[in-house]
């Protein structure tokens, strides 16, 4: 296992253990997924493994209704905690230690002054029903209320909610929602 897949492993279990490893992989949707995606990032179609995790991160995309296409960049620590209605836009970056809930959006604007798709930070919670969209920075430590919609920057240490988008200075915006942060070491 590598360390990428090991920061999503400590984030959705509190630990790095293979038992941990094979009770998410066989029972969290999320993770299975999540699993999955790394593996066709990191791997050629060409080779026979290679083509076996691009062909179940193809399945899994349709099953649990999450769109986070191949070129994304997310960093270590992903948490997805409910499957569905994720999409991500395949420009979008995000940081490292960054949950994300249900039905949230990150999409690309192709007018206006916010051109381009969300850029995220680290250690960000996006609530469920949250849409982010256009060329935007998210700061770090920033909590995304549900349902919100969030077309500006927001700095550092913030809460946005809302729509229209309000933001709300914050030092501990994320605390108690950021779980098993992982710090690079197991």
Do not use: W
């Amino acid at each position: 296992m590598n360390k990428i897949i090991e920061s999503d492993l400590y984030r959705v279990a509190g630990e790095v253990s293979y038992k941990a490893f094979l009770a998410r992989l066989l029972k969290d949707p999320c993770f299975r997924f999540l699993f999955f995606f790394r593996k066709a990032q990191q791997t050629s179609k060409r080779s026979p493994l290679g083509f076996l995790y691009h062909q179940l991160f193809r399945r899994y995309t349709i099953k649990y209704g999450i769109q986070i296409p191949k070129p994304v960049k997310i960093g270590k620590g992903f948490l997805l905690l409910h499957q569905g209605g994720i999409v991500i836009n395949a420009q979008s970056v995000i940081g490292d230690n960054v949950t994300i809930l249900h039905n949230v959006t990150l999409g690309n604007t192709k007018r206006g002054k916010f051109i381009g798709a969300p850029k995220l930070g680290n250690s960000i919670y996006v609530g469920p029903g949250a849409v982010l969209v256009g060329g935007i920075t998210i700061g770090d430590n920033v909590l995304i209320a549900p349902n919100s919609y969030v077309n500006c920057d927001v700095p550092a240490n913030s809460i946005a909610l809302g729509n229209p988008c309000k933001i709300i200075p914050s030092e501990t915006a994320t605390l108690g929602y950021i779980n098993n942060f992982y710090s690079g070491e197991v």
